[in-house]
């Protein structure tokens, strides 16, 4: 019996179309892999932007925090973030902060600060029954004084808006809050808040400006007393000075 040679053409034509054990992965598993790739890359990037953001934070709170340690005895104990002070001084010097932080000069946002803080010890005096509620008003009398304050220059802070008037050192020193009809001295704010704060005033002032600068100027003009509510000295009694943490500053 004979036997028939297969061609050698045939051999190579089928040893080619074959498809060998183990040549590689399909395609679904290479797409699954570079998937996964892509996935861990984006997880990585996030986390490290994240880190960076944390980082971020945490050097600014160093920065304004880090004086303290060289104003008094007390900060270089560990003790400098908290002052001990009354609501009152702490409300008038954000409300300048914030005023300035709005654009406004430092005489005017001394000034303003003062009356909001102010209003803001009259209501709670009136609330204790410390201080005795206004006089009411004719309904005539209402209307002649809302139509004398829609007359009157004005600048508008934590959703009040206080009275203003050239300040009577002249036309340089532009524009100051008012006070019952009354232009206010800058120089007696700036005084009051030096012995206040004493040798803490700067430390706090940074802070303040630090919280300030993370908020856009219309939340400021809108909600700058409920901010201030975050972070003010615990009440105490009427007269009786709290504890500010310029931590909770920071975090307003």
């Known amino acids: ?47 490290a932007k994240a880190k960076t953001k944390s980082v971020l934070q945490t050097t600014a709170q160093v920065r304004v925090l880090l004086p303290i340690a060289a104003s008094t005895s007390d900060a270089r104990a560990g003790k400098g973030e908290v002052v001990h002070i009354n609501r009152a001084p702490v409300l008038t010097l954000w409300i300048c902060v ?16 003062k009356v909001v803080a102010a209003w803001c010890a009259q209501a709670k005096g009136r609330s204790l029954g410390i201080f005795s509620p206004p006089e009411a008003k004719t309904p005539a009398q209402r209307q002649a004084a809302a139509e004398a304050r829609r007359l009157t220059p004005s600048v508008s802070i934590g959703g009040m808006t206080i009275p203003v008037a050239p300040s009577p050192a002249g036309d340089q020193a532009g524009l100051v809050a008012t006070s019952q009809g009354r232009p206010l001295d800058p120089a007696q704010v700036d005084r009051y808040l030096h012995s206040s704060f004493k040798e803490q005033l700067e430390a706090t002032r940074r802070a303040m400006e630090e919280a300030a600068s993370q908020h856009t100027t ?13 972070f003010r000295p615990q009440w105490r009694g009427w007269g009786v000075k709290g504890e500010l943490n310029l931590r909770d500053i920071l975090t307003a």
């Open 98 to 113: 914030c005023m300035r932080r709005l654009g406004h000069p430092e005489a005017l946002a001394l000034t303003a600060a």
């Open 218 to 230: 219309e939340e400021l003009r809108k909600s700058a007393i409920r901010i201030y509510e975050s």
């Open 1 to 47: 019996m004979a036997i028939r040679k297969i061609p050698s053409s045939f051999m190579e034509n089928k040893s080619k179309s074959a498809p060998k054990a183990g040549a590689g992965p399909s395609r679904a598993r290479v797409k699954a892999k570079a998937k996964a790739k892509a996935k861990a890359k984006a997880k990585a990037k996030a986390k």
